[in-house]
């Protein structure tokens, strides 16, 4: 990972415009307008945030989602569900050129864009490691997950880590293990969920505070124009009925 990377502010933001953000500054990489970024996620609101291939129906219980006061959005990535929520998850965006990935495949990509991330892991105590094609694990299980979406040559690497999530979330939430209702869509595998809270009472601005210390990284902008930007798509992608069903 030896790159200069930006340190981009954490606005805090709804799970719509976060997913906005991240294809907005995806295409600013895209189109030469920025160089290798990183940008931890400031949560407002609980989400379940779906892969771009998933039918919700399949994956998601409405009605325990509703009652626990979750939101549903979906990603531009591709991969299984991910719980989200202030306070109970680090969700960190790497944008970067696919130059900075050129001879890696598309497995060992994963594993390389996360390992600063298993090593800042590591050096507060947690026994991190990675476990292909996706996961940071312990040996207690999975840590957290990795999606990613390439663009015209850029890349969008991100990442949700179970820092004090409730493991019991995940089935109550997430349709693992049971029927289809749709016979379309990628299913979320049946992992054990092992929150970084087991491993560490460090405050979670001082976990992610560890993990940035493992990149070169100096403080950069989010302009307005681009924060606009992503409150626009969102209204216009992202939160719309067209996104969400996109796979029934």
């Not at 979750?70 to 969700?91: K, Q």
Request: proline content about 6%.
């Amino acid at each position: 990972m030896a790159a200069d990377w930006t340190l981009l502010p954490r606005p805090a933001l709804g799970a719509f415009e976060q997913m906005a953000l991240d294809e907005v500054l995806l295409d600013r990489v895209a189109r030469g307008e920025r160089g290798p970024s990183l940008r931890f996620w400031e949560w407002t609101e609980r989400a379940l945030v779906l892969g771009s291939h998933q039918a919700m129906a399949n994956e998601v219980d409405l009605a325990a989602a509703t009652a626990a006061g979750f939101l549903v959005a979906r990603r531009m990535s591709g991969g299984g569900t991910m719980i989200c929520e202030p306070g109970g998850t680090i969700t960190y965006s790497l944008y970067l050129p696919e130059a900075m990935v050129a001879g890696l495949s598309f497995v060992a990509s994963f594993a390389h864009l996360d390992s600063w991330a298993v090593g800042g892991l590591c050096s507060i105590g947690v026994p991190a490691g990675y476990r292909p094609i996706n996961d940071i694990v312990s040996p207690a299980g999975k840590i957290g997950g990795a999606a990613q979406a390439r663009r015209r040559g850029a890349v969008l690497h991100h990442t949700t880590i179970a820092y004090d999530l409730d493991p019991a979330l995940v089935p109550r939430l997430i349709r693992i293990g049971r029927d289809r209702v749709s016979a379309r869509g990628v299913r979320s595998a049946e992992k054990e969920v092992s929150p970084l809270s087991r491993f560490t009472d460090l405050a979670q601005k001082d976990v992610e505070a560890a993990l940035a210390a493992q990149l070169s990284t100096s403080p950069g902008e989010l302009p307005a124009e681009e924060l606009a930007a992503a409150r626009e798509l969102a209204a216009s992608k992202y939160a719309t009925p067209e996104w969400l069903d996109r796979i029934h």
